[in-house]
């Protein structure tokens, strides 16, 4: 493993990476803010920016992890690290995965960075950067999460929703508005619909509703407006099946151990860009077909009776998917519509005649 990297994850690889001894922090926080960034050098600093703005009355962590960017990334952290942090506290750790970076703001005597500018990517590893964050999720409350390429703009964003969950012991999770940015044509787009905010408030009237309304896209919770418990991520049952939408899954699972809220405050941007998989041209069919493997699997995971349109969906979809990446003559975009037959086939699939 210390010779050959981390590209082929074999058992005992893996067995080594359990073993290393990750940075664990020295004190308690309130918060811990959790960004996985990777190839975002074109935006971090604007994340980097929204986490240091924060106004709260507990210290909270930045947990900044960049899975080995190729577009200089890292050379960005370190160039912002050096003109917003006090350098002469920071402590610089070595492990074989990474070079561990923690300082605390120079300005922000609430807030801490810590940086992991991994060696190698480790996107294709189970659990691999979990184990980066794990020892400081043992000594904080609250997660909140932001990705590279998105931005808050909020300073009171983390003692808004700290404050709700304070005092509202029922609810698990938190999420807000926020604002979207079309990288495409460089301008902010609408707000969220009239329909999303009406299911979003409702959110929290019962598992099921939450459960369904998520499930089928119903709602809409930006991963850079949630803020959830700690407590209850060891309660949640582990899945046997990856799937690539991995935020959302989670989303599921809280609806499951209590309550969500909607705060209706706009705390953040959510960028769209070329590269993300809903957006790529290579891996938007298998998101989507991934996308329906899920809410399958997900209606097994919390015994749910799977709806008959879910199933309808999966099969033309799965249908789509065999088709255009089998047949070279047909092009990804558009999705393959069914015909009039293949509808037929998969009523008849369904039991339906």
Not at 279 to 295: D, K, P
Not at 310 to 320: A, E, F, G, T
Request: hydrophobic share 35%.
């Amino acid at each position: 493993c210390e010779t050959t990297g981390w590209t082929i994850m074999n058992k005992d690889c893996i067995n080594y990476m359990e073993n290393i001894q990750y940075p664990a922090p020295k004190q308690e926080y309130k918060v811990l803010v959790r960004c996985y960034t990777y190839n975002h050098s074109k935006y971090i600093e604007d994340a980097l920016n929204g986490f240091a703005m924060q106004q709260t009355n507990f210290p909270y962590v930045c947990i900044v992890v960049d899975d080995a960017s190729k577009d200089g990334e890292q050379e960005v952290i370190q160039a912002w690290m050096e003109r917003e942090c006090d350098i002469c506290r920071a402590e610089t750790i070595d492990i074989p995965t990474s070079i561990v970076i923690i300082v605390p703001h120079k300005t922000n005597l609430s807030c801490t960075f810590a940086f992991y500018l991994l060696k190698q990517n480790l996107y294709r590893v189970k659990g691999a950067k979990k184990r980066h964050i794990d020892p400081w999720r043992e000594k904080c409350e609250y997660e909140a999460l932001c990705e590279g390429d998105d931005y808050w703009i909020d300073p009171l964003k983390l003692q808004k929703q700290a404050d709700f969950l304070d005092a509202n012991p029922e609810y698990v999770m938190s999420f807000t508005d926020v604002i979207n940015y079309n990288q495409f044509e460089s301008k902010f787009a609408e707000k969220q619909s009239v329909k999303y905010k009406n299911n979003n408030s409702r959110l929290h009237l019962n598992k099921d509703f939450a459960f369904w309304a998520i499930l089928f896209g119903e709602c809409r919770i930006q991963t850079l407006s949630v803020v959830y418990r700690q407590s209850v991520l060891k309660e949640i049952q582990a899945n046997t099946e990856k799937f690539m939408m991995g935020d959302t899954t989670l989303w599921l699972d809280m609806s499951q151990k209590g309550r969500i809220a909607y705060l209706e405050d706009c705390t953040g941007v959510y960028r769209i860009t070329p590269n993300s998989a809903t957006n790529n041209q290579e891996t938007q069919f298998r998101f989507t077909l991934s996308m329906y493997e899920m809410r399958v699997y997900y209606c097994g995971k919390y015994n749910y009776e799977i709806p008959a349109r879910l199933k309808v969906l999966y099969n033309r979809y799965y249908i789509s998917y065999i088709v255009n990446t089998n047949n070279p003559h047909n092009p990804i975009y558009p999705l393959f519509q069914m015909n009039a037959f293949q509808t037929r086939v998969v009523k008849y699939i369904m039991g339906n005649k």
